[in-house]
């Protein structure tokens, strides 16, 4: 899940590739494949990639990942709060560290607690609330002890992420717009699957899916030359441009699937499933 890079801008262009049924690659694969050729860990986005409109993992989904997690580390990486990533990884059994508040929080699933944040900061977190709160936008904020979806229940400006949620895509526009200047944040537009509306992300500037990745692999003593990553929107790009394999699912926009080496299926045909059994499965060393 998730849109348009404010202050990332620099997405590819051009015409994707048109809806496959199976892995169709869109270009020659990295350098990285043809030097490190294993697949030795796996980042894989939530919305529209894990699971579907109706937020649930289909069958065929939930036995391609457990498979796929008995052989390498399988961590999600998404913009979603702790409480979401914590449900789906004990629902698929991953015990790697998790990624998400798109890159700025890691938990530990088996012990339910964050390792490691780079929160937004009391400045920044204060601007955009007091903004948010001017326009009358539902939002989201995450903290060290949860999240806050109302402005009473903000405990201060320690906050890790904030998400505008659920506006119309020219007030998406011009809310980004707004904070583009501002280089103490990264500002990404996000389309949310489950309703067909926008959110716009604020986390601390030099902090999205790359960033958190590489972390998350520091840990696993992986490098993302020998991850593979799977999404469906723009903040997935800058994921699926440092990780060695790429996969985009069918349902990506066009800039997306044109960034990745392969478009599988889209998340309501199971793409996800597919990924992992014709693709990733074949090109483990294991």
Known sequence: ????????????????????????????????IVNNPSILAAALDLDGTVIGRDENISPAVHEAIVRLAGL???????????????????????????LCDGGANILDPVREVSTWTAPLGPANAELVVTRLREIGAAFVATHADGA????????GWDLIRVSALDMDEATADALAK?????????????VLPYNGLWAIDFTLAGVDKASG????????????????AVGDSYNDLPMLEVCGFSIAMGNAPTEV??????????????????????????????
Do not use: W
Request: net charge negative; hydrophobic share 40%.
């Open 257 to 286: 699937r044109a960034a990745a080496d392969f478009v599988a299926p889209s998340v309501g045909e199971d793409g996800l499933a597919v990924a992992i059994n014709n693709y990733v499965l074949p090109r483990l060393n294991v």
């Open 213 to 228: 990745i590489s972390r998350v692999g520091d840990t696993l003593g992986v490098g993302p030359a020998n991850m593979v």
């Open 72 to 98: 390498i580390p399988v961590f999600i990486a998404t913009g979603r709060e702790p409480a979401d990533v914590l449900r789906y990884s004990k629902e698929l059994g991953l015990t790697t560290p998790q």
């Open 178 to 190: 707004e904070f583009s200047g501002n280089k103490d944040m990264y500002v990404i537009k996000a």
């Open 148 to 155: 806050a979806s109302t402005f009473d229940d903000v405990p």
């Open 1 to 32: 899940m998730y849109g348009t890079s404010v202050d990332n801008a620099a997405c590819s262009q051009g015409v994707g590739p048109r809806h496959v049924e199976s892995l169709h690659q869109t270009r020659h694969p990295k350098d990285s």
